[in-house]
């Protein structure tokens, strides 16, 4: 499976008192990642706004992290994303938070695609081009 790679610098402003970073910006790291793998496929989210049915958005319906190792101020990170599943409305992204190669956290996604706020099975062209750039069979 090919897998999107998002590289990012922990900052000050990303850790807690204890100079770890926080956890909750794990899940902020996760959200930019899952944003710039969409737009490596071309598709647009300012685009998908302005759908004339209603905005489109994929939304996070269950998230399982694991926090294995911390990271630290001025580490550079990379958040590497892999959809393992495409089906109907949904999709499902592992997403693996690294440090060179440590494994810092890990997470098991799904999103689900909505258009007006409600769930609609994915358009065709949009479910192909995450099952092509999986390596997934095409549905």
């Excluded at 959200?31 to 994929?58: C, I, S, V, W, Y």
């Amino acid at each position: 499976m090919t897998h999107h790679t998002l590289s990012l610098r922990i900052y000050y402003e990303d850790t807690d008192f204890s100079g770890f970073v926080y956890h909750a910006r794990y899940l902020h790291f996760f959200e930019r990642a899952r944003t710039e793998m969409l737009r490596a496929l071309g598709h647009d989210q300012r685009a998908m706004f302005a759908n004339p049915e209603g905005p489109e958005a994929f939304v996070v319906r269950r998230m399982n992290i694991d926090f294995i190792r911390p990271a630290l101020m001025d580490d550079i990170v990379e958040v590497r994303s892999v959809t393992t599943k495409v089906a109907g409305a949904t999709m499902q992204i592992d997403q693996r938070l690294y440090r060179g190669e440590t494994l810092l956290c890990s997470a098991d996604v799904q999103v689900a695609y909505l258009v007006g706020g409600r769930p609609r099975r994915m358009p065709d062209t949009l479910r192909n081009l995450f099952e092509k750039a999986a390596g997934l069979p095409e549905s």
